[in-house]
């Protein structure tokens, strides 16, 4: 695995140590997804590990681990360069969100059934939350998120039980009603289709365009 690439706080490696302990070679293994939480919750109360993570994503968008090969990976968003991310998954592989500076909207989203003649996937809306610094949120195998930046300093930790190059992702495009299976190894589309919102709830959230326009200020 990659280190920091500064010298981490006491505070701070002992959570990555603790991390790397659980994960082991199966990151995919029963329970791994909420002990590895547990740990970076607890860690987060901490403000040094807080400063120093929002720090790190300042130097690098791979702070620990391998994006590049299966393995854990913790990756650094600055949602004012990214912005608004459309309704994803990570395929087989679990993916947790911890925020470290800022508020950030996440919409859970579930495949609530796929129409047998058309192909069309009905989308329904599980939940949603407004996270703030040291929030941390999971979102297990075949959950898709959404991601609304709520203030311009909102930085978020991406968690991932492995590569994105290994896996094919649903994205589901909220402005024109396309879903795709998406191929980070190949950087394209490998299956695309149609999809709709299914739900009264679902019908609630947000449109991408009002992203970042009705932001908490």
Known sequence: MNAPTKTAPPAMQAMLDDMLRIAGDDAHRPGVMEQLAAV?????ANPEVLNALRDATLETADIYGSMADPGLGIGGVRSAQIGYREPHDHGACWAINVQVAGKLRLVHWTQDSVDPATGTVRLRKIDEIVMGPGDVDCSPPGVAHELYPETDDSIELAVRCHSLATIIQNRYDRSTGE????SWAQKQAIH???FEVVGEAGLTARAPGE???????
Do not use: E, F, L, V
Request: charged share 30%; proline share 0%.
């Open 40 to 44: 970076m919750k607890k860690a987060m």
């Open 179 to 182: 879903h795709k299976h998406w």
């Open 192 to 194: 695309t289709g149609r």
């Open 211 to 217: 992203a970042m326009t009705a932001r908490i200020k």
